[in-house]
């Protein structure tokens, strides 16, 4: 005899009718209907979630979801044609200092050697005393100096240019979601003489330029005048006198500036005078660095702590801090995201940190410099926060390091990292530059002494 099945749902006497695939169970007809009319009863609901999403949907336009991405392209294209406004200031300035400092001077050279040809054709003619030979060697000499000052007027200063590169790697606003960009930049390990030849040259290029001034740095200007007469940069670490124009005393600067980005940022005339070097600056108000003044103030600990200081000034400004003092090792401060972006679209700050770090090598603290490059190439490299700053880390910052083994060392680290970012690999956090054995040991003598 074939049993009755019974209703499942508790307390149900009637007999089951169907299996419902909805609680799997056996129910009768009643039951059945219920459980079909509660599945419908979540059909309502879901059916106005999909009307919102509907709604969502229609309302959301191209012109919504690029809005944003445009305003950043924007900012970055708008930061471009100031960085690009910006080198054609500097380089503008530097054609005007080649002029005053070499083209009058040539040129007045050359109306010597006019007046003194001029004069010997007198002389000819008044002692009616010439020969073949004599007239031969005036045109010779009218020749050759028509051709310089041909060359003077044409060549006298030398351009190199180059296409203004742009690539996905040059905007600070990436579009990828989750991997960096691979990295073509190279780090060579040349063999970075520091005994660079200088010829005398009679066209300039700025590239000569440069390389002679990184020579000149590194080998502590050896041809610079020292002028006991000037003590402005002496005076002004001793609280003496104000920078100049608008600025202040050093110890006010320390207090009132800290922290205050848009005028660090803004003003362009302090800058020189708390990091004085052995050239003249774009702040013709600030007198170059004397080399007395550096004896002055390295025996003046009071001054000398204040050039710490103005560093640790500027490093708040860049969105970092100073951890330790003996190595020079720095991290991200609380700021740094709005310093980082700062820093990463406003290129003049690159001139800034190359003069900086030519002062602390100036004043015995040249051992701070290996952490601060060593985290900058990081932060460029691996965390792609300061990708604009590659360039001049490479070519300008590294190159003012005066232990060749040091600059090695760090290109090395940089190359390792570039390595790394190419393979989509992020590097340990205790991946760090291998620091020479006697820079270090050189860098904490320097400092024991200057305490």
């Known amino acids: 005899m074939t049993s009755v099945k019974q209703c499942e749902i508790e307390e ?41 999403l509907a709604t969502k949907l229609s309302g959301l336009s191209s012109s919504h979801v690029a809005g944003q991405s445009y305003t950043l392209l924007d900012e970055w294209r708008n930061s471009s044609y100031e960085l690009i406004e910006q080198l054609y200031q500097i ?64 060549n006298f200063i030398h351009v190199q240019t180059s296409p203004f590169h742009t690539d996905e790697n040059c905007s600070p606003y990436q579009t990828r979601s989750k991997s960096h960009p691979k990295l073509t930049i190279t780090f060579p390990d040349s063999s970075d003489d520091d005994e660079m030849s200088i010829d005398k040259r009679k066209r300039w290029s700025f590239s000569f330029s440069e390389k002679s001034d ?10 610079a005048e020292d002028d006991k007469r000037l003590n402005d940069n002496y005076r002004f670490y001793t609280n003496q006198i104000r920078s100049y124009p608008d600025g202040d005393y050093i110890d006010k ?18 800058i020189q005078w708390l990091f004085p070097i052995q050239e003249q600056s774009l702040n013709w108000s600030a007198q170059p660095l004397q080399k007395h003044e550096i004896e002055l103030i390295l025996n003046d600990k009071m001054a000398h702590k204040r050039l710490l200081l103005s560093y640790k000034l500027m490093l708040n400004f860049y969105g970092f801090e100073l951890v ?41 603290y040249e051992h701070l410099k290996f952490g601060f490059l060593e985290c900058i190439l990081r932060e460029s490299i691996i965390e792609n926060t300061l990708n604009n700053c590659l360039r001049s880390c490479r070519d300008y910052w590294i190159e003012t390091l005066r232990s060749k083994s040091e600059r090695q060392s760090l290109k090395r680290y940089a190359n390792e990292l570039i390595d790394y970012r190419n393979k989509g690999i992020l590097p340990p956090k205790q991946f760090r530059a291998e620091r020479p054995p006697i820079a270090i040991d050189q860098s904490l003598s320097t400092l024991e002494n200057s305490i």
Not at 24 to 45: M, Y
Not at 214 to 223: A, C, H, L, V
């Open 214 to 223: 990184i020579s000149n740095y590194r080998r502590r200007y050896p041809d």
């Open 91 to 154: 380089k503008k300035h530097e054609i005007d200092v080649l002029v005053k400092d070499n083209f009058i001077e040539i040129k007045n050279e050359k109306l010597e050697m006019v007046r003194s040809l001029e004069e010997k054709i007198k002389k000819c003619i008044r002692d009616e005393d010439v020969t073949h030979d004599v007239i031969a060697e005036i045109k010779e000499t009218i020749r050759n100096l028509d051709k310089q000052i041909t060359e003077l007027k044409q």
């Open 12 to 52: 149900c006497k009637r007999r089951a009718g169907a299996l419902c695939h909805h609680c799997n169970k056996d129910v009768c007809k009643i039951h059945f209907n219920e459980h079909a009319n509660s599945l419908s009863d979540e059909l309502h609901p879901l059916t106005d979630q999909i009307n919102e």
């Open 324 to 364: 330790n003092e003996e190595t020079g090792e720095i991290k991200r401060n609380e700021d740094y995201r709005q310093c980082f972006r700062n820093l990463n679209t406003s290129s003049h700050n690159y001139l800034r940190i190359t003069g900086i770090l030519k002062c602390l090598g100036e004043f015995k």
């Open 253 to 270: 600067i320390h207090d009132a500036w800290y922290g205050q980005f848009e005028a660090l940022e803004r003003h362009h005339g302090y």
